[in-house]
């Protein structure tokens, strides 16, 4: 089974500035007949179920800022947040769907300095 | 536009068997490919996938909870059930329901989510 780990648990970032979340898995979660990775990067306000933001890894959901972007490739994934606004304070998850069981990384929790 | 609403108690005893509904709508199990699943969060933790049924009735479980897991779906009344059994107090948290497209392989949309409580 595949475990996800997200790195820093939470993050303390000033406004305007960048934030940086990384996410490995256990194993690879690029598929190779495709050329796809297998992540999703979620968003999740206090007490709301979370928003997809980023899937492919680095395929921006419609309707997302473009502030937001995913990268990363095989085991190792990062979402990037710039020019990060009040709204962003949340927690973000990833999670691989590279077959089931599925798994969701431990969440960082994104706070303004 | 999809949408899902999950439902059930919101408060259940120790050794009970929990029961929740998935009601969707926007799109239907006879489309190849698309699936319904389940995922819970602990207050204050991470969120936990613990079930799937795709279009042709293939379930699959998390293995931590495979014994006491079943999920069904019923196509008529456009629902997917989720039945946990011998439910404990860690078991507490809020239960998604969420669509994978057929196409698209992740979780999205989710439903709002219900809160369980379980007591001793």
């Known amino acids: 089974d595949i475990v996800v780990t997200q790195s820093p648990d939470s993050l303390a970032v000033s406004l305007g500035e960048t934030a940086t979340i990384n996410c490995k898995s256990s194993q690879s979660v690029l598929y190779s007949s495709n050329n796809k990775n297998y992540l999703a990067w979620y968003q999740q306000m206090p007490g709301q179920p979370p928003k997809l933001l980023i899937y492919w890894a680095s395929t921006r959901e419609s309707g997302v800022p473009d502030r937001f972007s995913g990268s990363g490739s095989g085991t190792d994934f990062t979402l990037t947040i710039t020019g990060l606004q009040a709204e962003d304070v949340a927690v973000y998850y990833c999670q691989h769907y590279f077959g089931t069981p599925y798994s969701f990384g431990q969440g960082t929790k994104l706070e303004i300095k | 536009q999809i949408t899902l609403k999950e439902s059930g108690p919101m408060l259940v005893k120790s050794t009970q068997t929990l029961t929740l509904t998935c009601t969707f709508s926007g799109f239907s199990f006879d489309t190849s490919g698309v699936a319904v699943g389940w995922i819970r969060q602990p207050p204050g933790k991470a969120l936990e996938w613990l079930a799937l049924?795709?279009?042709?009735?293939?379930?699959r479980y998390s293995p931590s909870l495979k014994t006491r897991l079943s999920i069904t779906k019923d196509t008529s009344k456009n629902q997917v059930v989720l039945d946990m059994t011998n439910m404990d107090p860690a078991d507490t948290g809020t239960y998604y329901c969420a669509y994978i497209g057929a196409v698209r392989h992740w979780f999205d949309p989710w439903g709002q989510g219900t809160l369980v409580t379980v007591s001793s």
């Open positions: 049924i795709y279009w042709d009735d293939d379930k």
